[in-house]
């Protein structure tokens, strides 16, 4: 009953938004489906899928430049990433990526993509402009995850198999450093204005927390849900809510969402979402998280500061990646 | 104040005073749903893969999906309790003197009822306070909401044992109703697993589950708890408990019921 008021006065809400002048349109979250060879585009006011793509073969990593105006898809099966407008959901043209590209990353110059190539044990850095490969990295076995600091100046590669961080230097695209990690590293990112970087681990279970200036380690998240084998505890993306306070950490198919304190590094709660959660972005405020599920073939929505589920919607199969795109004028 | 409003509240009054000085009864009607919530659901937390089905909108435990029908259990096992100490009343000779009042007898079954219905209640919202300090909650609105719902089924399986309690000569029958009402009735619905869970083994218990009129009380408890309307199942329990009801009353009837024979 509750629920019909408060349905009527969206719809208030809504037509009032109709009828005031240069309000925005409401943002979207676009998620790669990995077995559909689709996007799907979630309006974030109606939490509802608006819009499916089709794109090349096997899409997982997902991203838009600075301004929004194109959207970089990795489409793995088909080795290549994919420039695609996202008004018209059409490809614009295709970048030379090297074979199998996983994930990527787009440097803070707006123009040069660092692109892990799974099977190549290769990192591809590609003039998105020029739509050339700029230099080609050896890294260790299966590359997957890629970040790159704030600055520009460090990217990092982790590769699966050789359980490792790699450092790259990018005036030089050389390797300057390489650091252990636990089995299986998934997803990078830097923190904190880019001095420390976090590692998560997906058969290690953990998080390896180092100090950028140094490259040592600095800290190790454990994880644990309870009822759940530690097996099945398998952390892979992460995203910090604002201000870098907390990391929500995607615990792949212990079907959990852990909230971590990126101060204390210990968790303090568990969301549960749907199975084998992979990804994860944010909305415009980072109020909201949307979570990918790959076996459930849904996102589950996370209000981040009461840390609970909202809503699952269904999107294509096996959902991927998750980028935000704020659409209004 | 209105004669049938004081026959009402003394029923009431009475049956309230009965339940606090049997205070050994109010904690025995919160541990049997508190083992179930904190012990059965516990252990069957990562057992049974819920997917999302109406009134829920993203995944649950299981904890969380058997609250609703452990309110319901509470409303079961305390109309059952009621049939039971009505048939003490009987046999003390305090129904006697009960339907000796000059008020209609269907005003006194109904208020009876509802002094026992009340009771229920007070114990679903003890139940529903002890499960969220254990962090299993439900939607603000939703405790609210719930009230009309728990009035509602907590009349129809009253009046179901009011029904059963025309029928039972002694105490000691009351093992037959736990037996062949309670724990079917119990079982036999969405109480403890959703219906395509169920339809999963067989489409006939599904079937069986899908007519039980506590699966309806079920799961207008749980819509109500999440702020929203399942207007098959009010609808259901609703004709269920004018049908129960109705049946009680013509049971209690001297002329013509099962208190004839007695």
Known sequence: MARRFKSLAALLTSVAVATAPQLAMSDEIWVTNEKDDTISVIDIETMEVVRTIDVGERPRGITFSKDYSVLYVCASDSDTVQVIDPETGRVLHELPSGEDPEQFVLAPDDRHLYIANEDDAITTVVDTQTRTVVAQIDVGIEPEGMAISPDGKIAITTSETTNMAHWIDTETQELFANTLVDSRPRHAEFIKDGTELWVSSEIGGTITIFDVATQAEKGKIDFEVTGVHPDRVQPVGFEMTAGDTHALVALGPSNHVAVVNAETYKVEDYILVGRRVWHMDFNADRTLAFTTNGVSGDVTVIDVAKRKALRSIKVGRFPWGAAFRPTGS | ?262
């Open chain 2, 1 to 262: 104040m209105n004669p049938a409003i004081v026959v009402l509240r003394a029923i009431v009054a009475r049956e309230f005073l009965r339940f606090i000085h049997q205070r050994e009864r109010f904690i025995a009607a919160l541990v049997r749903p508190l083992v179930w919530l904190l012990v059965f659901a516990a252990g069957f937390r990562a057992a049974l893969g819920l997917s999302i089905t109406p009134p829920y909108q993203t995944y649950i435990t299981y904890e969380v999906y058997i609250v609703p029908g452990l309110c319901a259990m509470i409303l079961l096992f305390n109309g059952m309790q009621s049939s039971l100490s009505l048939v003490y009343d009987r046999e003390m000779g305090s129904m006697r003197l009960l339907l000796t009042s000059p008020f209609p007898r269907w005003w006194l079954l109904l208020s009876r009822l509802l002094a026992s219905t009340t009771i229920s209640i007070l114990q679903v919202y003890t139940f529903l306070l002890i499960a969220g300090l254990f962090g299993i909650t439900m939607e603000p609105w939703g405790y609210v909401l719930v009230f009309p719902s728990l009035v509602l089924g907590g009349v129809m399986l009253g009046a179901l044992g009011l029904l059963l309690s025309s029928f039972i000569k002694q105490l000691e029958n009351f093992a037959g109703v736990m037996n062949f009402v309670i724990f079917p009735m119990f079982f036999l619905s969405s109480a403890l697993y959703p219906l395509w869970k169920m339809a999963e083994s067989s489409t006939l218990l599904r079937d069986i589950c899908a007519v039980n009129p506590f699966t309806h009380v079920v799961e207008m408890i749980r819509f109500s708890l999440y702020s929203d309307m399942n207007l098959a199942a009010f609808g259901w329990s609703f004709g269920w408990t004018v049908l129960l009801l109705g049946a009680a009353v013509w049971g209690y009837d001297p002329a013509r019921g099962m208190a004839r024979h007695r």
